[in-house]
Nanobody, 117 residues
Framework: QVQLVESGGGLVQAGGSLRLSCAAS????????MDWSRQAPGKQRELVAT?????????NYADSVKGRFTISRDNAKNTVYLQLNSLKPEDTAVYYC?????????WGQGTQVTVSS
């Protein structure tokens, strides 16, 4: 069974950068979308970045991260990335990757990002 393994989270000062990775343990057929969401303590999960594979790899971002975060993918490595720049304390959350397939969805286990002021 294919699993998504996330990495790259950690503790960073405000203004710093991180790159999150989400690697699939195997091939996923007929991917429709790939995205990253986050959940801070006591808050609802927020969708922050999406690649719409079925729409020519169109990317979409939440207003809260637009211009600071970048989602990308490496097909050869079965990996989706999230580059986080100009981080703010309010970006502190557990970040989750998701891959939407034609037959089923896949979720990562989450990686903690903590931004200190």
């Amino acid at each position: 069974q294919v699993q998504l393994v996330e990495s790259g989270g950690g503790l960073v000062q405000a203004g710093g950068s991180l790159r999150l990775s989400c690697a699939a343990s195997g091939s996923i057929s007929r991917i429709t979308s790939m995205d990253w969401s986050r959940q801070a303590p006591g808050k609802q999960r927020e969708l922050v970045a999406t690649i719409m594979i079925t729409s020519g790899n169109q990317t979409n971002y939440a207003d809260s991260v637009k211009g600071r975060f970048t989602i990308s993918r490496d097909n050869a490595k079965n990996t989706v990335y999230l580059q986080l720049n100009s981080l703010k304390p309010e970006d502190t959350a557990v970040y989750y990757c998701h891959v939407g397939g034609y037959f089923r969805d896949y979720w990562g286990q989450g990686t903690q990002v903590t931004v200190s002021s």
